[in-house]
């Protein structure tokens, strides 16, 4: 079997565990924002920039691959092969070798294998990107509602033109014939 699609198997299955951990993250994410817990929102968004960083990288190491299993299938080629495309190029490569050749390969390292095992994680990959985009979709949308939210709160304080009834540090009701935004958070 190839070097090249051995190692494309690896980043796939990288891949996958980290937009599966990705999914999970803003799962969470929205729960948290649900809830309003501002601490647990403010890790998973930690977490979150570091598996969008690390799928990120894996990406460049994946085109890295595919381009050198490009070159190494389809020489002539000038775009990178597809998933498909390099299963379909494996098991090619298998039936002309012979049986002979077959025989020699454990089970695991076969040809055959690794074309089913390429499209398989290129079919979950698929899967759980999408999911992931449906997820960010939704994120996407309930933080712009509550910034809308929040910007309406304050939009209104700052209307108001009189004083909210804050009591100051002193234990003094304010004087200010305007609102602040710190005395109306406190």
Known sequence: MSEAVEKLIQILEDDLQWHQSLAVVLENKLDAMRHYDMSRLEALTANEQQLTEAICANEKKRRQVVRQAT????????????????????????????????????????????????????????????????????????????????????????????????YGRSGKKSLLEQNCLVDALA
Do not use: C, W
Request: positive net charge; charged residues 25%; aromatic residues 4%.
């Open 71 to 166: 070159v190494e299938f389809f020489p002539q080629n000038n775009k990178p092969a597809t998933a498909r495309e390099l299963a379909k190029a494996l098991q090619e490569r298998q039936s002309s070798q012979g049986t002979a050749n077959k025989r020699q390969l454990p089970k695991e390292n076969s040809a055959e294998t690794a074309a089913n095992r390429l499209l398989a994680l290129s079919d979950m990959l698929r899967e759980v990107t999408e999911k992931v985009k449906r997820l960010n979709n939704v994120v996407s949308i309930a933080s712009h509602k509550i910034l809308g939210h929040f910007d309406n709160v304050f939009r209104i304080i700052a209307q108001s033109g009189r004083d909210i009834g804050l």
